[in-house]
């Protein structure tokens, strides 16, 4: 599928969401670390309901991390 395929067919969608995108708390993280943070406190996999309607079927639920980082001082000559 073409990129003008994937606009035509998602162009109902608002425009923030076709540029978006998700990675994984390891990539995150990996990368939070990779450009001088440091991971003072990590608490994974905490649940979270984005929607939920006991009357129906409906149920969102996410698995979020809670963390905590602080920048490392870079000392220089």
Same mark, same amino acid.
């Given at each position: 599928?073409? *990129?003008?395929?994937? &606009?035509?067919? +998602?162009? +109902? =969608? $608002?425009?923030?969401? =076709?540029?978006?995108? &998700?990675?994984?708390?390891? &990539?995150?993280?990996?990368? =939070?670390? #990779?450009?001088?943070?440091?991971?003072?406190?990590?608490?994974v $996999? #905490?649940?979270?309901?984005?929607t #939920? &309607?006991e009357t129906? *079927? *409906?149920?969102?639920?996410?698995?979020c !991390?809670?963390? !905590?980082?602080?920048?490392?001082?870079?000392? +220089?000559p």
């Open positions: 599928m073409t *990129m003008k395929e994937y &606009d035509r067919i +998602h162009s +109902h =969608l $608002d425009q923030r969401y =076709l540029s978006s995108i &998700d990675i994984s708390w390891e &990539d995150a993280r990996e990368a =939070l670390i #990779n450009i001088g943070f440091e991971i003072v406190e990590e608490n $996999d #905490n649940q979270s309901y984005y #939920n &309607d129906s *079927m *409906m149920s969102t639920e996410f698995r !991390v809670f963390f !905590v980082a602080k920048k490392k001082i870079q000392n +220089h």
